[in-house]
Every structure is written in structure tokens, then in C-alpha cells.
């Protein structure tokens, strides 16, 4: 039984690691700002990353995989990693992880429209109310009510924009990867070894594609100076490092694995728990009052999404 739900059990994990995720890289992108955290954290990941497939399959990088294999994941890298964590992280700053997270529960829906379009994944009736619920989830957190009875948002529109785009560049993503994933489980010649590792070497795939793509932002933007000082901050990059740990390595790791033994909705639905799960450790770490209301819109979102798959 428990092997019937073993991508269930590795999503559960992924929340839980990328709720520690998002709350090490709002502090460190608040101390060495968020580009720095992108590229350092990517960084990290690669040497972990790097070792840990060097004393499992004998090889620092991705064994056999082909260009198909490459350009799939290279591209999942650029829409998962550059654009949609260069938004996410940005997010951060302006709207909070707590917010930035709740909006990220639009990313399942995202990426089973996107699994159906690419993957010829099934999408239930239910689709449009989970959605509708979702929606209606966030409105309720991020909308504010004033005395006279107009609503407004409760949120940086810039923060929210960015939030969406972090949504957007996960969801599909996620599917790029597991599209990248399918080519790499059929290379001819693959050891099983190197096959069940697929998901890690997968994820370093998209961690190089990042890393290029992150050096390319801060070389044109001419802001290579903040390299310098992010590596002077001990606090930000300590923090950098488990975030690195938690996220990239562990978190998107496991998140591939998750989507090739479960569902990608199903999976994703797991992983989209986050902005619950982050309430607890955010009022006990940053000392910030939660509403009711924005308690109940997280959960609300959160159900939705699951009733985005239901059949």
C-alpha cells in the first residue's frame, strides 16, 4: 500500500522542505538582494548536486543523456529556475514568501493545463471549480475590505505581477522537466543505476541552464558588484547555503521525482501546501500577526487547487 503512494509521500516532503525554502531566501535576499541569492544558491546546489551523483553513479554530471534530453531540461531550467525564481525571489521582497507562496498554489493549475497540452495528461470536470476556488482563496487573503464597503488590494501590484510569474515559470516547468525526463529514461544503454537517479541528475540539467542564465542577467545589467558584497555578508550567504539545501538540491529534486512516480496534478497539489504550511514557522520567526481571514484564504486556495484534480 505504501508503495502506491510513494510520489504522494515525496511531494508531502517537498512542501515541507521548500516551506524552510522560501523562509531562508526572504531573509537572504533581504541582506545580498535577490540576484545574488539566485546565483549563489544555484551554485551551491551544483556542487551538491554534483557529489552527490559522483558517489552514486560514478560520474559528476548527467550520465547518457542525449540532445533531446538536454534541450528539454535546458529549457525547463531557463522557464523554471531563470525566469520564474528570478520573479519569485523578487516577490519576496516586495510582498513577503507568506503572500509570494499563496500565490504559487496557481502553479499546479498551470502546470495541469500544461501537462495536458504537452503530455496528453487527463484533466477532470472538476478543473474549472478548483480553479474558481483557488482564486476565490487568494482573493480573500490578498484583498481588503475599507469601512467604506470599496475593496482594495492588500498587496504591492508589482509583488503580486512577479508573484504570478514565479506561479507561471514553476507550473510549467515542472512539465518541461518531466517531458525531459520521459527522453532521458529512454536513452539506449542507460544503467539502472543512472536511470534512478534520473531525477537528480535532471535537476542539475536545469541548474546549469540556470546558473548561464543568471550570470548572463548580472553581466548585462552591470551589476557585478553585488557578487562581491553578497560573498562579504555571512549571514545572507549561511543562509543562501540552506536555503540551497532545502531547495534546489532536496526540494526540486524530490519535486521530479515526485511528478515521475505520481500524477503531475496530484503531486503538484501536495507540493502547493506551502502557504499553509509556512504560517506556523512565520509567526514564530518574523513575530508577524496573521489574520483569521488570510489563514482561511490559504486554505481555501489550497483546497481548491486539489479539487482542480479531482476525477
Not at 550570470?215 to 549571514?235: G, P, Y
Request: aromatic share 12%.
Amino acid at each position: 500500500m505504501a508503495n502506491n503512494y510513494f510520489g504522494e509521500l515525496i511531494a508531502l516532503a517537498v512542501a515541507v522542505s521548500w516551506t524552510f525554502t522560501a523562509l531562508f531566501f526572504e531573509y537572504a535576499g533581504k541582506r545580498i538582494g535577490s540576484l545574488a541569492v539566485n546565483l549563489f544558491r544555484l551554485l551551491f546546489a551544483f556542487v551538491l548536486l554534483g557529489g552527490m551523483l559522483f558517489f552514486t553513479t560514478g560520474s559528476f554530471m548527467p550520465v547518457g543523456a542525449d540532445s533531446q534530453t538536454w534541450f528539454w531540461m535546458s529549457l525547463s531550467g531557463f522557464v523554471g529556475f531563470v525566469f520564474g525564481d528570478f520573479c519569485l525571489f523578487y516577490s519576496y521582497l516586495l510582498i513577503t514568501a507568506r503572500f509570494s507562496q499563496l500565490i504559487m498554489t496557481l502553479a499546479p493549475p498551470i502546470a495541469a493545463v500544461s501537462g495536458l497540452l504537452m503530455l496528453d495528461e487527463k484533466l477532470s470536470t472538476m478543473g474549472i471549480i478548483g480553479m474558481v476556488v483557488t482564486l476565490t482563496g487568494i482573493a480573500i487573503s490578498i484583498f481588503k475590505r475599507n469601512g467604506n464597503g470599496s475593496v482594495k488590494l492588500n498587496l504591492s501590484l508589482r509583488g503580486l505581477l512577479f508573484a504570478l510569474g514565479g506561479a507561471l515559470g514553476q507550473g510549467l516547468g515542472i512539465v518541461l522537466s518531466k517531458k525531459g525526463m520521459l527522453y532521458y529514461g529512454n536513452v539506449e544503454g542507460l544503467s539502472q543505476n543512472a536511470i534512478d537517479y534520473i531525477p537528480f541528475a535532471a535537476t542539475q540539467m536545469r541548474i546549469i541552464t540556470g546558473i548561464v542564465g543568471f550570470v548572463l542577467i548580472i553581466l548585462f545589467s552591470r551589476r557585478t558588484t553585488l557578487i562581491k558584497s553578497a560573498i562579504q555578508d555571512k549571514k545572507g550567504m549561511g543562509a543562501t547555503f540552506l536555503g540551497a539545501i532545502f531547495g534546489p538540491f532536496v526540494g526540486v529534486s524530490l519535486s521530479l521525482m515526485a511528478v515521475m512516480y505520481a500524477n503531475t496534478g496530484v503531486a503538484s497539489t501536495i507540493m502547493a501546501t506551502v502557504p499553509i504550511m509556512i504560517i506556523v514557522p512565520y509567526i514564530i520567526i518574523y513575530k508577524k500577526r496573521v489574520t483569521l481571514v488570510e489563514v482561511v484564504g490559504a486554505v481555501i486556495s489550497v483546497i481548491g487547487v486539489s479539487l482542480f484534480f479531482v476525477k
